[in-house]
């Protein structure tokens, strides 16, 4: 077989390696709908929405956040700018158990009498203490406004809205606060490993090419 044969072999199984391992993922997200039972002072009311939980890598942990699609729970009367303050956990699955809890900046503008209550974004910071795939679902999230307090259950048993593999720092369980991130990388989600898998596939790539140049310096040396 002449080397620009082998050449091209080469080139063609270098390609295939990095193809098959950039298709390897590290992280599963979903948009999970959760039915919110919410004791109110006024008594019970409930909303179905849909959550999503992202994180992205802080240091030695990650950055969560916990989005709702739509509102919950509603107030009998108008709630001014900065009078509602949401918090909530999010509950620990697979290689750990526990919760991280969420919290999030009051309502930017007010929110009318009996119409429901939009939550912004809740964040927190989670730190792997163990090592394998962990999940990440909905908790019990909590409303604090004029005095009061509601306090929405998941009431479905909701799935995990995040799956991901993490690695430990070792010893003892999960660790979580707020805190800001400290050089975000990639965020996590179901194609969110391309980018990091990618650069594994670049370094297949780049040794087929350096087999490529070793069959190239060969080939005159075998001709003679």
Known sequence: MSYQKRTALALAAAVAGSVVLTAAPTAHAAVVDVDYRCQTPIGPKGAVSPIEIKAVRSGGGYELTMSFRKGVSSSPVELGKGAMNPSAVIELGGAEKGEVPVSGPPNAEAIPANTPIRI???????????????????GVLTIKALGTTTTCTPGNDPKP???????GAGGGGAQSGSGSAAGELPRTGPLDSAPALGTLGGTVLLTGAVGVLWLTRRGPRSAG
């Open 120 to 138: 912004n974004d809740l964040s927190g910071t989670y730190t792997p203490g163990k090592s394998g795939r962990v999940t990440f679902t909905a």
């Open 161 to 167: 809205s995040l799956e991901l593999d993490v690695t």
